[in-house]
């Protein structure tokens, strides 16, 4: 079996590379709007399936597609990758000493069926201090990453209080849950291939 990624994230085909089977990397560009009438967990699920659908016609029958979407939500709202770094400021000092919900939707096809699925955890930041927010907006980390931030960056290391829940949901893609999906479908064949 061969795993393509359709995303550039580096973070995803890290914790992908930590599985026993080849990564690929086909990145895809889709819109993702139109989705606002869905909850949280239905748009990140959403999301993760049209990344992975440009794939379709081109994979092979070794080879399994996986995308995956990250959503920050803050009562309510959702924390988009910030656009300026005056913005990721703003999400920071939002997210704050406060409790928020990360959902990362994660879409896995064959040559012949496509899944979805997603995973959510909690999130509390303790108090930031400027100092902490300012250095770490200037790494530039925080332009990529929905929220503002990553949780194995210095933000997420010197910052997260407690999270409920899987961290690498946090990370941009519940590794234990696709390796858990992954097992079901293709039983015990999956190690076989590796």
Known sequence: ????????????KALLSLLPWPVEVRPTHVPEDGLDHLSPAQQAMALAARKVSPLLPTLLQEEVAIAADTLVILEGTRLGKPQ???E??????????RW???YTGVAVAT???????????????RPLPDALIKVYIETGSSMDKAGGYGAQDLIGVAG?????????????????????FLERLFGADLYKSA
């Open 111 to 125: 040559t012949r069926h496509l899944w979805t699925f997603y995973e959510e955890t909690g999130v509390r930041f």
């Open 88 to 97: 990721a400021e703003q999400f920071l000092r939002r997210l704050s000493g």
């Open 1 to 12: 079996m061969k795993i393509v990624l359709a995303s550039a994230s580096p973070r995803r």
């Open 84 to 86: 300026t770094s005056e």
């Open 160 to 180: 997260i209080e407690q999270i409920i829940g899987d961290f690498y949901t946090v990370m941009g893609l519940p590794v234990q849950k696709l390796t858990l």
């Open 100 to 102: 928020h919900t990360v």
